[in-house]
């Protein structure tokens, strides 16, 4: 396991939130996961993505890279009422193996235009 990347975001109200991630590895059958939160103790979540569920997919793996897509529509984030929290992203091997490989802040840039 390595440290975690760190990368504070904006999420721009009624937009679409959209990142591409590289990974240096094969996450063919790996889960990808991610939970906004107010704060790291909370027990509800702002968003919750994983690409079981919705918003992550993994479009392209090789044995030395992969890429992974993290989209949140536009019509979700319009229902974001946190301004801020704290976020993270894990990834699960199918032996069950967790190794969390971001993390950080964000702000929720409220909508004006509605």
């Known amino acids: ?9 904006t999420i721009y109200q009624g937009a679409d939130l959209y990142y591409q991630f590289k990974f240096p590895q094969d996450l063919s059958g790996y889960v990808v996961r ?3 939160r107010e ?6 979540t702002v968003w919750s993505s994983s690409t ?5 997919t993994i479009p392209s793996t090789s044995l030395t890279e992969s890429i ?11 229902a974001f009422n946190t301004l ?31």
Do not use: C
């Open 1 to 9: 396991m390595t440290d975690p990347g760190v990368l504070n975001i």
């Open 34 to 36: 991610s939970q906004g």
């Open 39 to 44: 704060t790291w103790t909370a027990t509800s």
């Open 52 to 56: 079981t569920a919705s918003h992550l």
């Open 68 to 78: 992974v897509e993290w989209r949140i529509p536009a019509a979700t984030t319009a």
């Open 84 to 114: 801020e929290g704290v976020w993270d992203m894990e990834l699960v091997s199918s032996a069950g193996a967790v190794d969390r490989v971001l993390k950080g802040s964000f702000y929720v840039d409220r909508e004006v235009t509605r």
